[in-house]
């Protein structure tokens, strides 16, 4: 057996920083011990006991502090002695009490029974923090009389020193549980009930159970001092003997409506330990809600929402009947608490509370418009996604909504106002009943909005959904209204100059053209500045009114675009519609044909920061071309109306259908999950009662460490022994004298490091020590330390290691020891092979909807663009690769990556276990040759997540052959 040498290191209870500077005189220290006044006694042995803490003891001045110091009746060198008492060596090198120490007993007794209750407790509490029995033994007497002492801290504090004394020698003092019980019968005040309690509790429980059941009908008018020791009583009691749990539920049931919080927290959540009946849970789930909504600290919050979603994830339908307290939560300033609010009540929601929900969901809207509200922008942002979600699960509230949310289409929070239109687009096609109603709404509303975003699907829907011969006449007047006179070309010049003279130019962000591939609406690939728009979307002033003329003048033409596909639709619908007449038909395609010229004299004009694109003005000289030989032929006057009126329209119905199916496959998914998690049919059943000390002890334990277990990683799902294999790494190599390999087991936030060490040699090995080094975000909390080991004997070392960020990191270091023997200059040392730590232990597959996936694509600086470079010739077998490779999700729905046309462009996301977002951007093209070739980029907030993805893709991009 191997056997280590470390030296026990001492406890340290004092720590206070001293700079030394030149040694100690011990000649002047003695003078001022022996002949100072009071003043400058304390002074020198401060100067002592500073000495002592930073590595300088003075065993020398023992003696001296005894005789001349020692009988001083000062109280302030009485306190420095009690420090100095703890702190200097008691004992000689051969473990035996220094004679001296007799003199310091005798004085600690004489302290114990002095006159003064200040010098009496400060004695007790020196007593809690003395290891030498030799000392304790003779002031044991004085510590039992003053358990009956007048004075409350005398008595508090000689609970604490026995306390100590029978937690480390029960020897000295066997009968103290049976004195601490009695004096907890006779005493009064809480806080020495407190202590004695904790005494009982932890060292002689069946004396705890005992007064606690004598007591049990009191303990509601206990202080919350001694109720917080009783419920971890009653959790620790209940564990071990389940039967004991009727006697204890009522006395949990009257510790919630305890004026403390901690109280009321801990017993809620005993509570639920012992019981899993509907009234236990919810009694248990009303008192965290209830500290949810009184409690000011966020963090108390954000624990209690915690233990909420674990009561969700168990008894979800006992929860429901409680949703209404839990959306006060929302009245928190915080939004990351409103966040996870609204993510359990989204959870809960169901047919029977939905409108009450929807009614909450109103009012917070409401109280977001006041101009004092803080952080209302974002907040309304999370209202408005909570509606749409439960207006997709309940499409029987979306009516009473969906004209409230409308109200916010200008609202300078982009995000919001997109939301909203996103929202609207999907409820007029899914209820044709509301159609006419949101599309008048939406006609007015045109002059409130100020996303270009937000306009372009609002021009899509007008040019959709206008069904009557009035819409269409008013959403071709609001267009012709908000984009103002024509042409643009004339008199923007003359207007820029004259707001020039007048005020400083506002500065607006627009989209910038490039000579590279752009990514449109539909998710295809682009570059960075033709996603320019969405990271800050043209916004003009609230006070002006020509809104949609001023983003096409500062050369947002895809928006323009949009409006020319509007104009089209609108001008094919009169045709089919009674309450036109030729001439107003003519009329109406003559007004959109010189809306549209004029758009294209503009891009060309120079004005605008940069022309026309080319699709762009394909695309406006396609509507141009619609509308001046749509009277040409009859069949393709047919053929037209079919892909402008009809096929744009069952486009967009099936992507909508595809949505509504992959959330129920998502909800299914889920409810799989938890179902696998569930107890299988043919697990292994536990009995407590048939179980024996021991094991009841592992439960104990196991329900104590599961939090820590939880926030260390240990609750992750164990890999299977192939997975194991992976994460050996051989350190040293097989002929070394020290063979060392080394078990990665890597957890949410730090990294074990599991090394097996083996002698191979015949002589025993001395002060061996592995000493390790990092390089990136890595840091080592450990300092390492020296073992001994026999011939042909092995040795496991574990070594922690802490991650801050998501990066590729390096561990490397050497195994340095002795040879039992030899000269202990003689340092033998062997250099260990490096270790990579691999980003994708941090990286998980994660979701974010469309809308966020290029918010943050446009606000994330890091890029790393990787060249395709591959054997692989088909695309999709080619993400799913990438998608393997980087443990990243793909955001691009499976209909838009069906068929095999040779192209593929698609988005992936992952986030990292500190919160970090990976995004990445894949366009590859099938060449004639076979081979694909494109780019790969990838974006995130920090440089290493960008970096690391980028090379690990560099490196496994190709597939490896067999």
């Not at 019968?185 to 069946?206: H, T, W, Y």
């Not at 004991?244 to 409506?257: A, D, H, N, P, V």
């Not at 820590?708 to 051989?730: M, N, T, W, Y």
Request: include cysteine; glycine fraction near 4%.
């Amino acid at each position: 057996m191997s056997a280590s040498s470390t030296t026990v290191e001492k406890p340290c209870t004092v720590l206070i920083h001293y700079d030394k500077g030149e040694p100690p005189a011990l000649t002047e220290l003695r003078t001022q011990l022996e002949t100072g006044n009071t003043e400058l006694k304390a002074d020198a042995l401060k100067k002592v006991i500073l000495y002592h803490l930073n590595g300088e003891p003075l065993p020398q001045l023992l003696m001296t502090i005894i005789r001349f110091v020692l009988p001083s009746r000062d109280h302030t060198i009485k306190k420095l002695l009690l420090l100095y008492w703890e702190i200097i060596e008691k004992t000689n090198p051969d473990g035996k009490l220094k004679p001296e120490m007799i003199l310091v007993c005798n004085n600690l007794r004489n302290d114990l029974i002095h006159p003064n209750e200040y010098i009496r407790g400060c004695t007790l509490r020196l007593m809690c923090k003395l290891k030498e029995p030799e000392v304790l033994e003779p002031l044991l007497p004085s510590v039992r009389q003053n358990l009956e002492h007048r004075h409350v801290y005398v008595r508090r504090n000689a609970v604490l020193a026995i306390y100590s004394v029978y937690k480390s020698f029960d020897y000295l003092i066997p009968d103290a549980p049976d004195l601490v019980y009695n004096f907890l019968v006779a005493e009064g005040d809480p806080s020495c009930k407190r202590n004695a309690f904790i005494m009982l509790f932890n060292c002689a429980q069946d004396r705890a159970v005992e007064y606690l059941a004598s007591v049990l009908d009191q303990v509601a008018a206990f202080g919350d001092m001694l109720q917080f020791i009783v419920v971890e009583l009653i959790r620790k009691v209940c564990r071990t003997n389940p039967g004991e749990r009727s006697k204890y539920i009522k006395c949990i049931f009257t510790l919630l409506g305890s004026p403390s919080s901690a109280v009321q927290f801990e017993a809620a959540g005993t509570l639920l330990s012992l019981s899993s009946a509907p009234t236990a849970v919810r009694a248990a789930a009303s008192t965290f809600i209830s500290l949810l909504c009184s409690e000011s600290d966020n963090n108390v919050k954000m624990i209690i929402l915690d233990r909420l979603l674990d009561i969700k994830r168990l008894h979800s339908k006992v929860l429901q009947d409680l949703l209404m307290d839990i959306l006060r939560a929302l009245a928190s300033p915080s939004l990351d608490i409103r966040k996870k609010t609204l993510d359990i009540v989204l959870d809960l929601v169901s047919t029977k509370n939905i409108d009450e929900v929807m009614l909450v969901f109103k009012k917070e809207i409401n109280k977001t418009q006041a101009k004092e509200y803080e952080k209302a922008g974002e907040y309304r942002q999370m209202l408005i996604q909570a509606i749409h979600q439960c207006a997709v699960r309940f499409p029987d509230v979306a009516s009473s909504v969906v004209h409230l949310l409308m109200d916010f289409l200008g609202d300078p929070n982009i995000a919001s106002a997109v939301d909203v239109i996103i929202f609207v687009r999907e409820v007029i096609e899914t209820y044709p009943a509301l159609r006419d109603s949101i599309t008048r709404k939406l006609i007015e509303s045109l002059f409130q909005v100020k996303a270009s975003k937000v306009f372009r699907s609002s021009m899509w829907i007008i040019g959709e959904y206008s069904s009557t011969a009035e819409d269409i006449e008013v959403a071709f007047q609001a267009i012709k209204d908000i984009i103002g006179e024509l042409p643009f070309t004339g008199s923007e010049k003359t207007d820029a100059k004259e707001e020039s003279s007048r005020t400083p130019k506002s500065p607006t962000v627009t989209p910038v053209s490039s000579s590279g591939t752009r990514v449109l609406a539909d998710g295809t690939y682009a570059t960075q500045s033709a996603l320019a728009e969405v990271q800050a979307l043209p916004v003009v002033s609230p006070d002006s009114n020509t809104t949609l003329r001023t983003l096409i003048t500062n050369g947002d033409f895809f928006l323009a675009s949009a409006i020319g596909t509007a104009l089209v639709k609108l001008c094919l619908k009169t045709t089919e519609k009674a309450g036109f007449t030729l001439e107003r038909h003519n009329t109406l395609i003559a007004e959109a044909i010189r809306i549209l010229t004029a758009i294209l004299q503009l891009g060309k004009s120079g004005i605008p920061p940069q022309p026309i694109d080319l699709d762009s003005a394909d695309r406006i000289a396609i509507c141009i071309r619609a509308l001046t030989e749509f009277e040409a032929d009859p069949k393709l006057r047919t053929s037209m109306k079919r892909v402008w009126l009809r096929e744009c329209k069952e486009a967009f119905t099936h992507l909508l259908s595809e949505q509504k199916e992959s959330g129920i496959g998502k909800a299914d998914e889920k409810k799989r999950k938890m179902a696998q998690s569930a107890v299988q049919a043919d697990d292994l059943i536990k009995i407590r009662q048939l179980r024996g000390k021991k094991a009841l002890l592992d439960i104990e334990e196991e329900e104590d460490t599961a939090d820590v277990s939880k926030a260390i990683g240990l609750a992750e799902q164990e890999r299977d022994q192939q997975q194991k294999l992976h994460r050996i790494f051989q350190l040293t190599g097989l002929s070394d004298p020290v063979y060392a390999e080394a078990y990665v087991n890597v957890h949410q936030y730090d990294i074990v490091l599991e090394v097996t060490v083996m002698n191979q040699t015949s002589d025993t090995l001395q002060n061996v020590s592995l000493e390790l080094a990092t390089l990136g975000d890595l840091k080592l909390v450990e300092r390492p330390q020296t073992y001994t080991v026999g011939p042909r004997e092995k040795l496991n070392i574990k070594a922690n290691i802490k991650v801050s960020s998501t990066e590729t990191g390096i561990i490397f270091g050497n195994i340095v020891y002795d040879v039992a023997g030899q000269s202990a200059s003689d340092k033998n040392c062997v250099v260990l092979n490096e270790i990579h730590i691999d980003i994708m232990d941090y990286i998980s597959p994660a979701e974010c909807t469309d809308v966020q996936f290029r918010t943050m694509w446009a606000e994330f600086e890091w890029e790393n663009k990787v060249v395709v470079n591959t054997n692989i010739t088909d695309v999709n077998q080619f993400l799913q690769h990438i998608m393997k490779t980087t443990n990243m999700a793909c955001m691009t729905p499976a209909s838009a990556l069906a068929g095999d046309c040779g192209f593929l462009s698609a988005n992936l996301y992952a986030k990292s276990v500190f919160g970090e977002d990976a995004l990445s951007n894949i366009c590859v093209e099938r060449q004639a040759d076979g081979k694909l070739s494109g780019y790969i980029r990838i974006r995130s907030k920090t440089q290493g997540i960008a970096l690391s993805l980028g090379d690990k893709i560099t490196l496994k991009q190709k597939l490896q052959e067999d």
